[in-house]
């Protein structure tokens, strides 16, 4: 029985913490559940052990609350043991956590001492940093180190004012530990200047220092009267601005709380700074941002390729409005002082002298872009001998054109913008009366009868066709009895030949997907490194591929490849006029990885339609090219044809499509190209859905289902795609559009 005595008052007696009696108007330190709010509880003076914690709820405090002339101590173990804390201020969550507390389930002890009036730091011994200027929460720093979760409810990017006794310096930095640019102070500083100096609303780590005290001299003889100067303000050092490497935003000018992000579709959850937040911009060399009014990337947009302030903001009538971002990369081109290697410079658009680019001193090869062009020049200032690249350019390449390390300036254009005569890359058509001179006119894509063409009825003698156009040619007005159709630069002895010089009345021009004219070479089995490949010579080290590396291509229909074992386009020879796996197929495996160079054709280019026994009374033939005989193993079994009806996509056209869509950086390239790749098609809704999934923007989703609409096959199910919407405006505007038919 004593025993069982013994036992229970032990168990009473751990229950009940050593507690100092406090006085009836002492101080309380406040513990809370969380952050400065929730169940909270004010204890006075005394030792808690976690047992007492525990039985008050508050065995994992988020945040205390210490009143001048109080102490708390915070254990990470019970009875008062482990690693400590002293608290002499408030301290929130974010700073208990970055020193090891605030933890559900963790086990700790706590001590509150009253300080004696000597130990509670006097006047002129600490700095108070200020939220706002000189109001606001606040906060007391001695000397020493403070990351952003020591700045209490200052907070991390929010400093504004400071005062500085004096005696003490204060360094401010841009970012934790102490790093990036920094503002060193030793006067009280208000936010005007901390505006003017491009620090407000900027700072997250801090060094406070005390200068040591000097001793006075002791003047025996009288000292002379001196009229004081005026106090000169000590100086503001600035350290050099590090510019960001990504996009970034700023919720004021260049200043308050930032994010940075790489490329991507950004909606209002993901902005960082608040939503109609968005003040000023840092666009780093090389990116686009586009910036939208309205949530889903929807309603006005500003586009900015470089830095703006706040200021180009309010004038733009933008400021404090974006709601969604899009973040692009622009194409650039790259040269090498070596092959592909060494010293380089990535440039967009625009004229260069070499001597200017400082990073490197010779050209030695460069890296083109699809949708760019680079012109080098033998002199300074776009002068002397010259060549044009429109696709990657190796060294041995360059020595071919007596090229290599003669650069001294050049010329980075975009090819869509150029407008030359005679000009390829224009996006037009041009007829001529004569053999290329004479009467002409430049037709971009449409119908047009005898009377549209710009030249006199049958007078065409000669047309110029840029890659990715087909030109029909007509006898009779009204588009009636087809001559022929042309994919290709066409001179007047061809149409001679063919009895079809000065005799077209109507013509239709029509802009084709890129992948009905491209063949695409593999460096592995129709996937890894890829490069699309317009009619041409190439040498294969010349290609992203590499030389000897080429291990499937992808041919449409009426293109060919010939792929040579030399890099002379010579020695053994296989040629492609379909899709070829090189490492799945028996009779092209001995080609696999052994391409030095390589031809592309269009063998569809030119294909005339008068037959014998058309009204021109004359014997002529059908011009045009065999079709592509494969070498064949015997006891290989050749695969059945599969015919398609003509408006619908095999599957492997369908994929050549979708892959053209999705290798497209920008949002209007991308809609451009799948309007393009489904012309004139059949699809499945399945297909439908897959190529409106690779927009990142719904009014774009929105915008090419209703255009695939007439091109649908199953019509009478259309409404099920409503599903790939995720805003509901969308699926209503969608649903409204299916009524309508």
């Not at 530990?177 to 407000?200: H, P």
């Amino acid at each position: 029985m004593k025993t069982l005595i013994r036992v229970i008052t032990l168990f009473c007696t751990l229950l009940i913490p050593v507690v100092s009696q406090a006085q009836p108007n002492s101080k309380k330190v406040i513990l809370y559940i969380d952050d400065f709010k929730g169940f909270s509880r004010d204890l006075g003076a005394g030792r808690y052990d976690y047992m007492f914690l525990v039985r008050d709820a508050m065995s994992s405090p988020k945040s205390i609350r210490v009143p001048q002339g109080m102490k708390a101590t915070l254990f990470d173990s019970d009875n008062f043991q482990g690693s400590s804390l002293e608290l002499t201020d408030d301290a929130n969550m974010a700073y208990l956590s970055a020193k090891g507390f605030a933890q559900t389930g963790q086990t700790i002890s706590l001590i509150i001492e009253e300080l004696p009036p000597s130990a509670i730091p006097a006047a002129g011994t600490f700095v108070t940093i200020y939220k706002d200027d000189f109001s606001g929460a606040s906060k007391n720093l001695l000397p020493g180190q403070y990351e952003f979760y020591e700045f209490g409810n200052v907070g991390n990017d929010q400093l504004s004012s400071i005062k500085i006794p004096k005696g003490m310096k204060v360094t401010l930095y841009e970012h934790s530990g102490f790093t990036g640019q920094k503002l060193v102070l030793t006067q009280d500083t208000r936010a005007g200047t901390m505006v003017a100096n491009k620090f407000n609303d900027f700072t997250s780590s801090i060094l406070v220092e005390a200068k040591p005290e000097t001793v006075p001299v002791v003047i025996v003889q009288p000292k002379p009267v001196v009229t004081p100067a005026t106090p000169v303000a000590p100086p503001v050092v600035v350290e050099p601005v590090v510019e960001p490497t990504l996009p970034t935003i700023y919720q004021s000018d260049f200043s308050g709380s930032s994010k940075s992000f790489d490329v991507g579709a950004y909606g209002i959850d993901q902005l960082g700074i608040g939503n109609d937040e968005l003040s000023s911009i840092k666009v780093p060399y090389g990116f686009r941002v586009t910036l939208y009014e309205n949530a889903g990337f929807e309603g006005r947009k500003l586009v900015v390729n470089q830095n703006q302030r706040a200021a180009f903001f309010a004038e733009s009538q933008f400021n404090n409005v974006t709601s969604s971002i899009l973040v692009e990369r622009i194409p650039m081109v790259t040269l090498y002082q070596g092959d592909y290697a060494g010293p380089s410079a990535t440039l967009g658009v625009g004229r260069y002298n070499l001597s200017a680019i400082g990073t490197m001193s010779d050209v030695s090869s460069a890296r083109v872009p699809i949708g760019l062009r680079l012109i080098l020049f033998e002199d300074e200032n776009f002068l002397g001998r010259s060549i044009v690249l429109t696709r990657d350019t190796g060294t041995d390449l360059m020595t071919s054109y007596q090229f290599n390390n003669k650069t001294y300036s050049f010329i980075i254009e975009k090819v869509e913008e150029e407008v030359i005569v005679k000009s390829k890359e224009k996006k037009s058509v041009i007829i001529y009366e004569d053999n290329f001179s004479g009467e002409l006119r430049r037709l971009i894509p449409g119908r047009y009868d005898y009377q549209q063409l710009g030249i006199r009825d049958n007078s065409l003698s000669s047309i110029t066709i840029p890659p990715g156009f087909r030109v029909q040619l007509f006898d009779h007005a009204g588009f009636e009895q087809i001559l022929m159709t042309l994919r290709t630069d066409t001179d007047v002895n061809f149409f001679i030949a063919n009895t079809c010089n000065d005799r077209v009345t109507a013509m239709i021009i029509e802009e084709i997907p890129e992948i009905d004219f491209t063949v695409t070479v593999y460096a592995d089995s129709f996937e890894g490194v890829s490069q699309n490949l317009l009619p041409g010579r190439y040498l294969a080290r010349d290609l992203a591929v590499g030389n000897n590396n080429i291990s499937s291509v992808r041919v449409p229909k009426g293109m060919q490849v010939t792929l040579f074992e030399d890099p002379d386009f010579s020695g053994y020879e296989f040629r492609a006029g379909r899709d070829l796996d090189f490492v799945n197929t028996s009779f092209g495996q001995d080609f696999n990885n052994t391409a030095s160079s390589l031809v592309v054709e269009d063998l569809d280019s030119r294909y005339v339609h008068i037959e014998v026994g058309t009204e021109t009374d004359l014997p002529v033939e059908k011009v045009r090219e065999e079709p592509v005989v494969l070498p064949v193993v015997p006891s290989e079994p050749i695969a059945p044809v599969v015919t398609t009806p003509p408006c619908e996509l095999t599957a492997e056209q369908f994929q050549r499509v979708l892959n053209s869509v999705k290798s497209k950086p920008f949002r209007d390239d991308k809609m451009e190209m799948a309007k393009l790749g489904v012309k004139g098609k059949c699809l499945s809704n399945e297909q439908i859905r897959s190529i409106a999934e690779q927009f990142s923007f719904e009014d774009q989703t929105l915008e090419f289902v209703k255009h695939a609409y007439e091109l649908s096959n199953e019509k009478s199910e259309y409404y099920l795609l409503e599903d790939i919407f995720k805003f509901m405006s969308s699926r209503d505007d969608f649903m409204k559009f299916i009524r309508t038919k």
